[in-house]
């Protein structure tokens, strides 16, 4: 494999090198909203313990567990926001709502759907039908925060959690690093300004190319949370390069100066003799492709702020980045950024570097290590690596949609696609270019299982019941639901039961809802009910049924259900709000149309949701999907 050749860096000495010269900026006081993006320069301590006293987690009844089950009378009522008035007795409780503290002598709160008032509300006297131990539904003092615990460190970034966090501990205002003044400028001839009123319309002259590199910069500075300051473009002649740098130093008073281009071979590219002329050059030469000639120096100021000591400021950290639109794209994200979060007060100033599986063989490069745009693609097994295409270093488009560089050492191969590698964080993966072909629709069950293990549901512990009448098409759509269902249910986790309704069933409510109520009582119990054909002409007496037997409507699943059904079978509109979902005490019904292909989309469109809803609904046993299925194979 190559090895660094003698004058050239790699890019982590180089980034070493910047990193000892970068100083950490100076801190500031700033209003918390006014702080967000901001690194703090201050830990931030718990005032106070949250909660500040033992406060109910329900709206319920708070007693003392010592009382056990039984009847108790009603004493008081404690809210949100109240003091506790009364001290509990014997057999007394407290109404209480989430939030409010506990009164003295309650040790526990018994919520309200497990209580049952022996008056109408607001109920003097309770009945609490299980005993509860001390504890239940309380958050102590302190639960959630100890008083003088660390809510933020020196270092960590302010978003919007930690504002919140701020609000927390009443915290009016906040020390933070401030921003880092960074001057952009763009060097070259050939370059128009596109940023120039003077430019619109003008279009481009013989010889010219617009400035790309400055936008694209001076975007990242402010991206970084720094304050870009504009030096426009300059010539390709030491004194234009001279006065910008003046004006890098005086006027704007920048911490650093990032210019592009004249870094070169070329006899104007005089970048690197300003710098050797006016500073101290750590290097000019590092070993990656783009980038190469990426020069870093030093630049002192001659006059200090006014009635400091001379040389109290650090000098005037300059990078000179290659031209080139990748090259200066690149460079800018590998060393110009981290030693920004440095000077910002960032704890871990480096890129994040995740794993990534390319998708495509990828040729490397015989000579340097590569730095490769990618898009990351949330796939099965974590991130995919998308390449962004032609990486030549002038094709900006590569950049555009790029999360991330790979990391690609030399060598005279080329990756076969499935290889492993790193990739350091550009760009934002919550909305980066990849959601378009993200493969994981669903969230990952991780209790989900394949094979024999049917997780905590007890193998065939749910059952599900296939109604239908005794027409040909609801009976094919049953058949069919059940092979669907097959391949997506995790196998032993479930069992089904087939009903079919004898024709003279079709239209009479009586006789459905007879061979339907073993379905939905004692042993028998399925969680879940499919009734094909409800929807239709054929399935009058089933719908009748349905609504007779329904203790609860459940319009969320049901909206669901029609507005992916209803496109497959729009004659189950006809007949009202049939296609719907509904609770029978425990058991979740669902009236499909005698379409496979409707029921099928009205169940695909369901199917994430269910194993959560019937637990809600408190349906006996667990279902569970295939754990391919929530990876989105
Ligand atoms: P240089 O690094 O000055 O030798 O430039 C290398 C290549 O990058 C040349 O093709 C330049 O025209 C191009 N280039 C330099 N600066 C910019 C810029 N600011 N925007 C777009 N292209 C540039
Ligand atoms: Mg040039």
Redesign the pocket.
């Known amino acids: 494999m190559p090895i660094c050749p003698p004058g050239s860096l790699t890019v982590d000495v180089a980034l070493r090198v910047v990193l000892a010269n970068a100083p950490l900026l100076e801190a500031e006081e700033r209003a918390p909203f006014d702080a967000m993006g901001a690194t703090l320069a201050e830990p931030v301590m718990a005032p106070h313990p949250h909660p500040p006293f033992a406060a109910s987690i329900k709206d319920g009844y708070a007693l003392r567990s010592i009382d056990g089950a039984g009847d108790f009378d009603v004493v008081d009522e404690c809210r949100a926001g109240e003091l506790p008035q009364v001290s509990l007795g014997e057999r007394q409780a407290v109404y209480i709502t989430t939030g409010a503290p506990l009164p003295p002598g309650a040790d526990c709160v018994v919520q309200l759907e497990s209580v049952e008032l022996l008056e109408p509300a607001p109920a003097k006297r309770i009945r609490v039908r299980r005993a509860v131990s001390a504890g239940l539904e309380v958050r102590p003092p302190g639960f959630d925060i100890a008083e003088g615990s660390t809510l933020l460190r020196a270092g960590d970034v302010l978003g919007s959690a930690e504002l919140g966090l701020l609000g927390y501990a009443g915290w009016p205002a906040v020390q933070v690093r401030r921003a880092a003044r960074v001057a952009v400028l763009?060097?070259?001839d050939?370059?128009l300004d596109p940023l120039a009123p003077a430019a619109h319309g003008a279009g481009l002259r013989g010889g010219c190319?617009?400035?790309?590199?400055?936008p694209a910069l001076l975007a990242a500075v402010l991206a970084a949370g720094a304050r870009p300051i504009d030096l426009g473009?300059a010539r390709?002649g030491p004194a234009a390069l001279d006065a910008a740098l003046d004006a890098a130093l005086g006027a704007h008073d920048a911490d650093v100066l990032v210019c592009?281009?004249?870094?070169?071979m070329?006899d104007?590219?005089l970048v690197k003799p300003l710098l050797a002329r006016r500073g101290a050059t750590h290097f000019g030469k590092v070993w990656m492709k783009p980038g190469k000639?990426l020069t870093f120096a030093t630049v002192p100021r001659a006059t200090a702020a006014p009635g400091a000591p001379a040389g109290a400021r650090a000098p005037l950290l300059v990078f000179g980045l290659?031209?080139?639109?990748v090259?200066?794209y690149v460079c800018f994200h590998l060393v110009v950024l981290p030693a920004l979060r440095q000077m910002q007060g960032a704890s871990s100033p480096g890129l994040r570097r995740v794993a990534a599986t390319t998708v495509a063989p990828i040729q490397l490069d015989p000579e340097r290590p590569e730095y490769h745009r990618a898009t990351l693609v949330s796939g099965a097994r974590g991130w995919e690596a998308h390449s962004t295409g032609g990486q030549i270093s002038?094709r900006l488009l590569s950049c555009s949609g790029a999360d991330a560089l790979l990391e690609l050492p030399p060598a005279a191969a080329s990756l076969p696609a499935g290889t492993r590698v790193s990739a350091l964080l550009i760009g934002d993966v919550r909305s980066g270019a990849g959601w378009r072909h993200d493969a994981l629709p669903h969230p990952i069950d991780p209790l989900a299982a394949d094979g024999a293990h049917a997780g905590g549901g007890g193998s065939g512990g749910f059952r599900l019941a296939l109604v239908c009448g005794a027409d040909a098409a609801s009976s094919a759509a049953a058949e069919r639901t059940s092979a669907w269902l097959t391949a997506r249910l995790a196998p032993d986790c479930w069992q089904a039961v087939r009903l079919t309704l004898p024709a003279e069933a079709a239209a009479d409510e009586s006789v459905c809802a007879q061979a339907l109520r073993p379905l939905l009582e004692g042993e028998g119990t399925c969680g879940l009910l499919l009734l094909f054909g409800a929807t239709g002409p054929a399935g009058t007496g089933l719908a009748a049924a349905t609504r007779a037997l329904t203790s609860r409507a459940i319009p969320s699943l049901g909206s669901v259900l029609r507005a992916a059904c209803l496109p497959h079978a729009p004659a189950a509109a006809l007949l009202g709000a049939s296609c719907d979902a509904a609770l029978a005490g425990s058991s979740l019904l669902l009236s499909l149309p005698a379409a496979a292909a409707a029921a099928e989309a009205g169940l695909a469109a369901l199917l994430p949701s269910l194993p959560h809803a019937l637990a809600q609904a408190g349906a006996p046993g667990l279902l569970r999907l295939r754990s391919s299925l929530s990876l989105g194979r």
């Not at 290659?322 to 639109?325: A, L, S, T, V, Y």
């Open positions: 763009s060097t070259g050939e370059l190319v617009f400035d790309s590199n400055r473009v390709d592009s281009g004249g870094v070169s070329g104007r590219d000639p290659p031209g080139n639109p090259s200066a002038s």
